[in-house]
Structure formats: C-alpha cells, structure tokens
C-alpha cells in the first residue's frame, strides 16, 4: 500500500508560483507513475499532469501547458509540481495519485486508473 503525502500548497497571488511535492511511502518510488489533479469547489476532479515511472515522459492539461512543470526524485521518493504564472481559475485542491507501471511510458490522464492517493494541498490564488 502506497501512501503519499502532498505539501506546498498556499495563498499566492496571481502571477506567483508554488512548488508542490507529493512524497511517497515507497523507497526507491521508480515503480509508479504519477499523475496529479486538481479540484476546485462545485466542480469535477480534473487532470493536472502526469510523469511516468522512470520520469522520462511527461504530459499536461492544456489549462496548465506551458505554466506548470512535473519532475520527480525517486530516490527521495517525492515528486513534484512547479506551478508559475499562477491564475485565480487555478485555486483547487490538488491531489498527487500514483499507479504500478514499470516498463511502460503510457500515461494515464483519467483518475480512475489511479489506485493510491494523497489528502491533498490547497492553493488558493488570488486577482
């Protein structure tokens, strides 16, 4: 059972940036790819970005292509998510989710392919 720990989460202004990790109970973490999401209040959980396993493949939301960065550290067990040019349609709380995919650079953008998730982080950003 993979258990995952987000952080970083915050009041920015529009415009700022945040760096939210997403840590892992698992040591070294290279067996699961990680997609984060987000949900804002009445509204659906949706897709963030995504990394796989080994960290070699990424993939955006177009509502974050361009301002946000997935990268992560297996052997720290923690990945991440740079957010710039922070907007206020961007406040949500975002969740890290991870899922078993070793040898394999598909990536996955539908949270029902996530088995393991974290409580979340809430960033708040404000005009």
């Known amino acids: 059972q993979v258990q995952l720990v987000e952080s970083g989460g915050g009041l920015v202004q529009a415009g700022g940036s945040l760096r939210l990790s997403c840590a892992a109970s698992e040591r070294p973490f290279s067996n699961y790819a990680v997609g984060w999401f987000r949900q804002a209040p009445g509204k659906e959980r949706e897709f963030v970005a995504a990394i796989t396993s080994s960290g070699s493949t990424t993939t955006y939301a177009n509502s974050v292509k361009g301002r946000g960065s997935i990268s992560r550290d297996n052997a720290k067990g923690t990945v991440y998510l740079q957010m710039n040019n922070l907007k206020p349609e961007d406040t949500a709380v975002y969740y890290c989710?991870?899922?078993?995919?070793?040898?394999?650079?598909?990536?996955?953008?539908?949270?029902?392919?996530?088995?393991?998730w974290g409580q979340g982080t809430q960033v708040t950003v404000s005009s």
């Open positions: 989710a991870a899922r078993y995919a070793v040898l394999t650079n598909i990536l996955r953008v539908e949270d029902y392919h996530y088995p393991y």
